[in-house]
């Protein structure tokens, strides 16, 4: 496929954010993963968008994808609390929630760039024809994200020199405030939104 074509362009936005999202799900704080997975899928509507050449106005871009992504949310923050579970908790919690924000985040994307690319627009959309594409997307993407996720070069296959100390499940939460800065830098994030999850991820930080 031609990496010059719109089509291809599409598909690596939304490759970058679903890897993206699934980062942002294993965050170790509850409800916070999934505030930034949104921002993140905002932003690859507005990718999506300028890619196009699609008018998007911020307030009415959020608005439909929460519309839109409303269940999937709601069974993805069910996963997040399962993260308040001592000792396996993170490991269940921030997995599912993972997978599921990979998966939703390429059903949004894929949704988008079939109505994108057949001329449509954020005005002239037919909201219950997206949600039924997102749906069927999103199980889609269940396969797709966990196909993705084996892609990912581990320490081992990278030539790294295998330990026996396990890696941690959850991920540093000062690594995870330096992330969430670059989102910021890159547009992504708000400043209200990073400073927002920076104060929640602080809380995580040693004493």
């Known amino acids: 496929m031609n990496q010059s ?3 291809a362009h599409a598909e690596t936005i939304i490759r970058n954010h679903v890897v993206m999202s699934m ?20 932003d690859m509507v507005r990718q999506l968008c300028q890619l196009y050449q699609v008018d998007f106005e911020e307030n009415k871009g959020k608005a439909l994808i929460s519309s ?10 069910a996963r997040s609390l399962v993260k308040a579970l001592p000792g396996i908790g993170w490991m269940i919690g921030g997995v599912t929630v993972s997978l599921f924000a990979g998966a939703s985040t390429y059903g949004l ?6 109505h994108l690319a057949a001329g449509g627009t954020l005005l002239n ?16 993407g269940k396969e797709v994200v966990k196909d993705w996720k084996k892609e990912t070069p581990t320490a081992e296959s990278a030539g790294k020199e295998k330990t026996d100390t396990p890696d941690p499940i959850h991920p540093d939460p000062s690594a995870r405030i330096r992330e969430l800065a670059e989102w910021r830098e890159q547009g992504i994030l708000t400043e209200e939104e990073f400073q927002r999850l920076k104060k929640a991820l602080m809380d995580q930080l040693p004493v």
């Open 109 to 114: 994307g894929k949704a988008f760039q079939k």
């Open 125 to 140: 959309l037919d909201l219950s024809a997206l949600k039924r594409s997102y749906r069927d997307l999103f199980e889609k």
């Open 23 to 42: 980062g942002a799900g294993i965050i170790p704080v509850m409800i916070v993963d999934i505030v930034a997975v949104t921002a993140l899928q905002v």
């Open 68 to 77: 839109i992504t409303a269940s999937t949310v709601a069974r993805a923050g």
């Open 5 to 7: 074509t719109p089509e």
